[in-house]
């Protein structure tokens, strides 16, 4: 049969119901900002990245956001970019298409592609893959933080698609996202593995060729498979 995955028309459309708005005001800056560093913006801020702007990838942004932001990464091959991100209630997603982060080798803190430390993060339209780690448990994302949005991404070929702690007031929703041949091969690693989180809803996704691990393996108190 043909190969399906990568392919968007494979997934439910995503909803016609405003969720891939920022949730408030943003103050927008240019590509090469016109400001000092410290200078105070109200709003949250919403920064663009891409291979012709002043951010030419996200690492170079996770170093300045602040909470609430959005980082808005135009589509295309970001390759050995990895990043921390430490803000809360940011909002992260690709542009013009899915913005795909190839690992080749590299890794935030050891641990996968993004590190996310934040709390109430979103992620949106990113393709990870490619991640590997000296404890075989390199991550598309590794999350740190209480409670996280991933919607119409795409996971494959990582050694965890997502990995996540253990935070009993934590709540994971996954949704239009597909993963794909993530895990190490030896059984301990997952499309995506859910740690002991208040709840996690997995919903219009596409989960296939895991090696050797679980599709999906959880151990939240809530779960609420589509």
Known sequence: PPRTEGR???LPPLPEDGRR???????TL?????????????APRLYRVGPG???????????IAQDGDTVEIDAGLY?????????????LRGVGGRAHLAADGQAAREK????????????????????????RNGAG?????????????????????ILTGHDPESDILVEYSEFARNGHGDGYSHNIYVGKARSFT?????????????????????????
């Open 8 to 10: 968007a028309a494979q």
């Open 21 to 27: 708005l920022p949730a408030a005001p943003t103050s």
């Open 30 to 42: 240019p590509d090469k900002p016109d400001f000092l560093p410290g200078t105070k913006v109200t």
């Open 53 to 63: 702007r002043f951010y030419r990838v996200p690492s170079e942004v996770a170093a």
């Open 79 to 91: 390759e050995r970019d990895v990043a921390v991100w430490r803000q809360n209630r940011l909002t």
């Open 112 to 135: 996968g592609i993004w590190v996310i430390a934040g709390d109430e993060v979103t992620v949106e339209g990113i393709e990870f893959s490619g991640a590997r780690v000296y404890d």
């Open 141 to 161: 994302i590794r999350f740190e933080g209480r409670g996280l949005t991933v919607r119409d991404s795409y996971f494959h070929d990582n050694e965890n698609g």
């Open 202 to 226: 997995l919903r219009h996704s596409y989960m296939h060729h895991a090696r050797i691990g679980h599709n999906v393996k959880t151990r939240a108190m809530q779960q609420v498979p589509d």
